[in-house]
């Protein structure tokens, strides 16, 4: 059974920084994908980093690469996202996603796309005030 949770989230002025954790277990083998995606109130949900558990290749939202910072550690089997210089909108309910197959295996333009994932956590809440 997969388990995704997520922790981290809170109230931060804008510039200010937050680290997310999404703890894994039934997956992050080394052979998954793993992710963050998040959604704001009205808005579509929205990929923000991925990473391959096997080679450790990242891929990120074009508009948050250099603020947005996706990391892993394998022994806790621990995502984690590292958010500097937030904005408002920042502002948004952030998701752990996972998929069993590898990303690197992917067509890119597919690796930032929720349909991808079958897994997903209970989400928590970033506020970024100005």
């Known amino acids: 059974q997969v388990q995704l949770v997520e922790s981290g989230g809170g109230s931060v002025q804008a510039g200010g920084s937050l680290r997310l954790s999404c703890a894994a277990s039934?997956?992050?083998?080394?052979?998954?994908?793993m992710g963050w995606f998040r959604q704001a109130p009205r808005k579509e949900r929205e990929g923000v980093a991925s990473?391959?558990?096997?080679?450790?290749?990242?891929y990120y939202t074009e508009s948050l690469k250099g603020r947005f910072t996706i990391s892993r550690d394998n022994a806790k089997n621990t995502l984690y996202l590292h958010m500097n210089s937030l904005k408002p909108e920042d502002t948004a309910m952030y998701y752990c996603?996972?998929?069993?197959?590898?990303?690197?295996?992917?067509?890119?333009?597919?690796?930032?796309?929720?349909?991808?994932?079958?897994?997903w956590g209970q989400g928590t809440q970033v506020t970024v005030s100005s």
């Open positions: 996603a996972a998929s069993r197959r590898r990303c690197s295996t992917w067509n890119p333009v597919r690796v930032l796309v929720s349909s991808e994932y079958p897994y």
């Open positions: 039934g997956i992050g083998t080394g052979s998954d994908c």
């Open positions: 990473m391959d558990t096997g080679d450790g290749s990242t």
